[in-house]
């Protein structure tokens, strides 16, 4: 099993953002995947999950409204658009992908990617 996030960068508060989640090695469309981040000195927190059985999203509050996940399930990829970005947005942001579970809980997921590091400016 593997899962590769690619799209961090640098960006100015207010820009936008979009985080891919390339997976291979299991059968995409029977898990669900999450994003986390994880701030310096901070513990890892769920932002979104999305359902590949049925598209169904989640958000944590912290990203409602500004964050959309969504996947290709064609590509076995997901995304998280990000948009009006702030500089408490700043993490490192991880995939994750669980076959039994769906929520932003970190014990749920099995499998993680690497990250990728996301720093806004203000």
């Known amino acids: 099993v593997q899962l590769v996030e690619s799209g961090g960068g640098l960006v100015k508060a207010g820009g936008s953002l979009r985080l891919s989640c390339a997976t291979s090695g299991f059968t995409f469309d029977d898990y669900s995947i999450a994003w986390f981040r994880q701030a310096p000195g901070k513990e890892r927190e769920g932002i979104s999950c999305i359902s590949l059985r049925d598209g169904k999203p989640l958000y944590a509050d912290s990203v409602k409204g500004r964050f959309t996940i969504s996947s290709d399930n064609a590509k076995s990829t997901v995304y998280l658009q990000m948009n009006r970005l702030k500089p408490e947005d700043t993490a490192v942001y991880y995939c994750?992908?669980?076959?039994?579970?769906?929520?932003?809980?970190?014990?749920?997921?099995?499998?993680w990617g690497q990250g990728t590091q996301v720093t806004v400016s203000s």
């Open positions: 994750a992908a669980t076959g039994w579970s769906y929520g932003l809980e970190v014990r749920d997921y099995e499998f």
